[in-house]
């Protein structure tokens, strides 16, 4: 399955990835199911099995020497030494599935997605009306500890903070420098992948994408369509907190503001570049004024549209530096409905810039408070300008203030 390098979100029965969200082609099972010892890897399947022999000959804990257990470590740790920690893994069955179900846009869990980053598993993003939002888990927040257990990797923290909607866990978390333990009700999440309110008192369209799952660039479309026969004359995109999607979604919204030229360019490991251009026939609003909001949890597809905004001088960067994601993904299924996902290739601005483990650094640098949560167009509906310029999101009224001239 190709897909975005993209944060895990924890979700359903698995680790499973933001880029869940993201489909693809599966390749030929035929092909990956051939089990054959390379010639130049023979002396090293050896050793592996010489170590499996041993352990299981010997170590004193027997159930933890399960055939099928030391077979997933012995695969996870393969993966792991690649060094590409959070992105390229292993899936077992029950995540392969929970990573399917999660392209319904439902799902049961508390909502955040995570990944691993300087060898700490840290909120990329919490969802929008999730208990962890709801909770004040920010994109940043490092989680130490699951049910006062310390947490060893991303899998160990994804497995221990899954669960059905109702159960409860308790996360341990860092949070602006301070260490705080948030208790979390998991419940059932739907993910909207596209939100639209007009500013209050202004003709400006706050344009909100959540997720680049599918149906999200059609959604926009709809979004503006409307905006502009109620009027609005320019657009807030907010991709605050968006985790990515499916790199088609990615184009398709790319091409709704820009008139020519690439989305992306795609690296593969041998080094060929290849230009990923606009579908043209969609450009939908390629006058308009246009403003995008980024933040540390903006990442993956998210990226994509930013990076192509900034780089064509369609739109100004407004917030902080994106989380920094930039491989595509690619899904190999395992003979028992395991999954191996590969980083196969990195994405690159349309000139040429490294998104990965950099960030997109905006045009204006607009931190939001520590105690402050993005404000969401559903969380504008009712709400007054007086209100809005009180509610602390810096980074939305910096927006505001430049496509209305109020500097």
Same mark, same amino acid.
Not at 8 to 27: D, K, P
Not at 191 to 208: D, L
Not at 253 to 278: M, N, R, W
């Given at each position: ?125 919490? #969802?929008?009306?999730? /208990? ?7 994109? +940043? !927040? *490092?989680? =130490?500890? @699951? ?125 060929? #570049?290849?230009?990923? /251009? ?7 609003? +390629? !006058? *308009?004024? =246009?403003? @995008? ?115």
């Amino acid at each position: 399955m190709q897909k975005l390098r993209a944060p895990v979100l924890v979700a359903l029965a698995g680790a499973i990835f933001a880029a869940g969200i993201l489909s693809g082609l599966l390749l030929d099972r035929q092909v990956l199911y051939a089990a054959v010892v390379p010639r130049d890897g023979a002396q090293q399947f050896d050793l592996v099995a010489q170590a499996w022999n041993l352990t299981r000959r010997v170590y004193v804990d027997r159930p933890a020497a399960e055939a099928q257990r030391l077979a997933y470590g012995a695969i996870d740790g393969m993966i792991a030494s690649l060094g590409d920690a959070g992105h390229s893994r292993f899936l077992t069955p029950e995540e392969v599935k929970a990573q399917q179900d999660l392209q319904t846009g439902q799902f049961e869990g508390v909502g955040i997605e995570v990944q691993v980053k300087d060898n700490q598993v840290v909120v990329v993003a919490p #969802i929008e009306g999730s /208990p962890a939002q709801k909770a004040g888990i920010r994109s +940043g !927040d *490092i989680i =130490l500890k @699951v049910n006062g257990e310390p947490v060893t990797g991303l899998d160990d923290a994804v497995r221990r903070i899954l669960g059905p909607a109702g159960t409860s866990v308790t996360l341990t978390v860092v949070s602006a420098g301070q260490t705080r333990e948030v208790p979390l009700v998991r419940a059932q999440i739907n993910i909207t992948a596209v939100t639209w309110r007009r500013v209050p008192g202004t003709t400006i369209a706050h344009v909100r994408i959540g997720t680049f799952s599918n149906g999200a660039s059609d959604q926009l479309r709809e979004a503006l369509s409307s905006a502009r026969q109620e009027g609005d004359t320019a657009v807030i995109l907010d991709l605050r907190d968006d985790p990515g999607g499916l790199l088609d979604e990615a184009v398709a919204v790319c091409s709704a503001f820009l008139k020519s030229g690439d989305a992306l360019l795609e690296k593969s490991a041998d080094g060929t #570049i290849t230009p990923v /251009p606009l579908k043209t026939e969609l450009l939908l609003e +390629g !006058d *308009i004024p =246009l403003v @995008v909001l980024i933040n540390g949890g903006t990442a993956s597809g998210a990226e994509i549209v930013a990076g192509a905004m900034q780089d064509a001088g369609r739109a100004i960067l407004v917030g902080e530096t994106t989380f920094g994601t930039g491989t595509v993904l690619q899904q190999f299924p395992l003979a028992d409905g395991s999954a191996v996902m590969l980083a196969i290739r990195e994405w690159l601005t349309p000139s040429g810039r490294t998104i990965w483990h950099k960030g997109l650094v905006p045009d204006i640098v607009v931190a939001l408070p520590a105690n402050n949560v993005p404000v969401s167009p559903r969380g504008e509906t009712g709400m007054t300008p007086d209100q809005l310029q009180q509610s602390g999101d810096a980074q939305l009224l910096k927006a505001i203030s430049l496509l209305t001239g109020r500097n």
